[in-house]
């Protein structure tokens, strides 16, 4: 099994898909609940069957193997320097970690890392390639909105979707489109809003305030 496809597996597993052995055909075969998807090629790209990818859910789970086969064959074919800023990879038996550093003045050491993974897979580096873009300036800081800024913007689209305002058809594809963007760049929402909702909820018998 070659390099990528050992990289791939680990994030495929990591985003919960089953893989199985690679095929004669040099093809990585990707499940979901116990049900053939797609097939990763060595490119990058996927084939898959429509009767496969009939409904939403199934779909769905398509785009996230597809982006999650780009990003993998994007870092594990480059390294990024910009500007005094270096991205890079480091293959690790978990998976890749990623790291950014800064260059020294004379340009012959590397310093102040900041790690990515390797049990974050993909998202990892994600991450690694937004603190590397902040870091060499490519994009401004003020033009990215953090974790917490998007999660209150998912709160905010959410409520407004949910019927509390009136809102136009085009306003509410625009509100979807921000909530599916979000969903994507924050892959453990669902972790993150449970642990907020159990943060704000008081158990009971505990002190509560009026």
Same mark, same amino acid.
């Given at each position: 099994?070659?390099?990528?496809?050992?990289?791939?597996?680990?994030? &495929?597993?990591?985003?919960?898909?089953?893989? =199985?052995?690679?095929?004669?055909?040099g $093809?990585?075969?990707?499940?979901?609940?116990?049900?053939? $998807?797609?097939? %990763?090629?060595?490119?990058?790209?996927?084939?898959?069957?429509r009767?496969?990818?009939?409904?939403?859910?199934?779909?769905?789970? &398509?785009?996230?193997v597809?982006?999650?086969?780009?990003?993998?064959?994007?870092?594990?074919?480059?390294?990024a320097?910009?500007?005094?800023?270096?991205?890079a990879?480091?293959?690790?038996?978990?998976?890749?970690?990623?790291?950014?550093?800064?260059?020294?003045? +004379?340009?012959t050491?590397?310093?102040?890392?900041?790690?990515? /993974?390797p049990g974050? /897979? #993909?998202?990892?580096y994600?991450? #690694? =390639?937004r603190?590397? %873009?902040?870091?060499?300036? &490519?994009?401004?800081?003020?033009?990215?909105? @953090?974790?917490?800024?998007? !999660?209150? !913007?998912?709160?905010c689209?959410?409520?407004v *979707? #949910?019927?509390?305002?009136?809102i136009? +058809?085009?306003?509410?594809?625009?509100?979807?489109?921000? !909530? @599916?963007? !979000?969903?994507?760049?924050?892959?453990?929402?669902?972790?993150?809003? +449970? *642990?907020?909702?159990n943060?704000?909820?008081?158990? @009971?018998?505990?002190? *509560?305030?009026?």
């Open positions: 099994m070659s390099n990528y496809f050992r990289e791939l597996t680990l994030n &495929l597993q990591h985003a919960g898909f089953v893989v =199985k052995p690679e095929t004669d055909e $093809l990585l075969p990707v499940e979901l609940d116990g049900q053939r $998807l797609c097939l %990763a090629l060595d490119t990058g790209t996927v084939r898959y069957w009767e496969d990818v009939a409904d939403d859910y199934r779909s769905a789970a &398509l785009d996230r597809n982006s999650i086969t780009k990003a993998t064959a994007e870092y594990m074919s480059q390294l320097d910009f500007n005094g800023v270096v991205l990879g480091h293959p690790t038996r978990y998976g890749v970690q990623f790291v950014t550093w800064e260059r020294s003045s +004379d340009r050491s590397l310093g102040s890392g900041h790690y990515y /993974g974050g /897979g #993909a998202d990892s994600t991450a #690694a =390639k603190d590397f %873009a902040t870091r060499s300036g &490519l994009i401004p800081r003020s033009a990215l909105f @953090d974790q917490k800024q998007l !999660i209150e !913007i998912y709160h689209s959410v409520e *979707q #949910a019927g509390l305002y009136s136009t +058809d085009e306003q509410g594809k625009c509100l979807q489109s921000i !909530i @599916d963007q !979000i969903e994507l760049s924050i892959p453990n929402l669902g972790e993150l809003l +449970d *642990q907020e909702q943060i704000e909820a008081p158990e @009971d018998g505990g002190m *509560q305030f009026s």
